[in-house]
Structure formats: C-alpha cells, structure tokens
C-alpha cells in the first residue's frame, strides 16, 4: 500500500526541477475526463488521505510519479521540456484503471 505521503514529496521534488501543472495534468487519470487536476489540488488531496487504494489510480499516479523522477535525474536533468513526453510514457507504462466508477 503505497503512502499519499510519497506522492507529496516527489511533487515537491519535480516541481523544484521544473515539473509544471500541465505535465502533472499528463499523468493524472482525470486526462481521461478532460478535467485539469492541478498539482496543488492532488498535494491536498494527499494530505487529507492516509493511503491508496492498491493498484488503484492514485497508487497509479504515484507509480508514474516515480517513473518520471527516476528517468528525468538519469537522463535528462536540466531540461525540464522533457517532463510532458516522460509523463506521457509513464501514463502508457502505468495505464489508469477504469475511472468511470471513480
């Protein structure tokens, strides 16, 4: 079960490298509703939950949190342009689960 709170920090740390709201909007499941789910409404989404739901799309966008923090300090640090197709690749590598029910 992974913890809202590690979601909080890699916001913190990928917005101190660049990532902006629109590359957030990339990775989050509400793309698939055409809703823009802002960085600062997710951090306080986080801070009011102790934990998601296994498998389930914030667990989800945690996961691609990752994948994207990982691959931008590996391979393309100091080019924050990159944030939007890494967000883009981690959606595909991570897909949602279905959010009509959501």
Same mark, same amino acid.
């Given at each position: 079960?992974?913890?809202?709170?590690?979601?909080?920090?890699?916001?913190?740390?990928?917005?101190?490298? +660049?990532? #902006?709201?629109? $590359? &957030?909007?990339?990775?989050? =499941?509400?793309?698939?509703? +055409?809703? =823009? =789910?802002?960085? !600062?409404?997710?951090?306080?989404?986080?801070?009011? #939950? /102790?934990?998601?739901? /296994? +498998?389930? !799309? !914030? %667990?989800?966008?945690?996961?691609?949190?990752?994948?994207?923090?990982?691959?931008?300090?590996?391979?393309? #640090? +100091? !080019?924050?342009?990159? &944030?939007?197709?890494?967000? %883009? $690749?981690?959606?595909?590598?991570?897909?949602?689960?279905?959010? #009509?029910?959501?």
């Amino acid at each position: 079960m992974r913890n809202p709170k590690q979601t909080i920090a890699y916001l913190d740390e990928l917005r101190t490298l +660049g990532f #902006t709201d629109e $590359a &957030f909007w990339i990775i989050h =499941h509400f793309r698939e509703k +055409g809703e =823009h =789910h802002p960085i !600062n409404t997710h951090k306080s989404y986080c801070e009011r #939950t /102790d934990s998601f739901q /296994d +498998g389930g !799309n !914030n %667990d989800r966008v945690q996961i691609r949190l990752e994948i994207v923090l990982k691959y931008f300090k590996a391979y393309h #640090t +100091g !080019n924050p342009a990159m &944030f939007a197709r890494l967000a %883009d $690749a981690a959606y595909v590598l991570v897909p949602p689960v279905n959010i #009509t029910s959501s």
